[in-house]
């Protein structure tokens, strides 16, 4: 597609059930961000996609959370037993990126508002 | 650790006035530099893109330039507009993955604009 597509755009669900939210990057970008925003605050790292290597999962926050990518394209974040905590918008971004060293630029979709009431 | 910070928190002004948005990074070993614009409940817009190597990129009204050695950088935006309301967001890529946790794209925390008709 023409941009990074996330859904769904908003999401509420009750404390304690699982959520997983979706994004489709731009096809050919081989690299592939989880970021959250709470409200009010920065942009919080979670997990990075590079290609075919092992993710870098050092910014998940607990082990509820985790994420996959399946063939190298759509990625799944999946959120157990949500807590009210949770409650953010949830930001994927995607980059052209042949290798670790890549500088290029990141192009994001508008996100997965997430409430856990 | 690097760390982007972003001055002004927040800024008002009135309409037609000319602006500079200020973004500090502590760690001069960067790859690029891009400077996002997010309106409320959206998600980020990319504004412009600055390699290491270069010192400042133009898209119609607005002027990012870059400092690395001093670990700066400016977006310029001319005769400020109501449309360009909203937060204004600055990241450096790292090399690799640095710091672990933070993954490699580093944000500030963002200046919220306000342009007043």
């Known amino acids: 597609g023409a941009g990074v597509s996330q859904s769904p755009s908003n999401k509420v669900t009750e404390k304690g059930k699982d959520v997983e939210l979706r994004c489709d990057p731009i096809?050919?970008?081989?690299?592939l961000y989880w970021y959250r925003q709470s409200l009010g605050q920065g942009l919080e790292f979670l997990i990075y996609?590079?290609?075919?290597?092992?993710?870098?999962k050092s910014g998940l926050p607990s082990d509820r959370f985790s994420a996959e990518r399946t063939g190298g394209s759509v990625s799944t974040l999946t959120i157990q037993r949500t807590q009210q905590e949770d409650s953010a918008v949830y930001l994927c971004?995607?980059?052209?990126?042949?290798?670790?060293?890549?500088?290029?630029?990141?192009?994001f979709g508008s996100g997965t508002r997430l409430t856990v009431v | 650790k690097q760390e982007v910070t972003q001055i002004p928190a927040a800024l008002s002004v009135p309409e037609g006035e000319n602006l500079v948005l200020n973004c500090s990074f502590t760690?001069?070993?960067?790859?690029?530099l891009q400077w996002f614009r997010q309106d409320p409940g959206k998600g980020l817009t990319s504004l412009l893109l600055?390699?290491?190597?270069?010192r400042e990129q133009t898209s119609g009204r607005l002027n990012a330039s870059l400092d690395k050695s001093s670990g700066r950088s400016t977006l310029y935006i001319a005769a400020s507009q109501p449309g360009d309301s909203a937060t204004y967001l600055c990241?450096?890529?790292?090399?690799?993955?640095?710091?672990?946790?933070?993954?490699?794209?580093?944000f500030g925390k963002g200046t919220k604009l306000s342009v007043k008709p």
């Open positions: 096809s050919g970008h081989t690299a």
């Open positions: 990241a450096v890529k790292l090399p690799g993955n640095y710091g672990g946790s933070q993954g490699n794209l580093i």
């Open positions: 996609f590079q290609g075919n290597s092992a993710p870098d």
């Open positions: 971004a995607s980059s052209f990126a042949p290798g670790a060293a890549s500088n290029y630029g990141y192009t």
């Open positions: 600055i390699q290491s190597s270069q």
């Open positions: 760690d001069s070993a960067i790859y690029n």
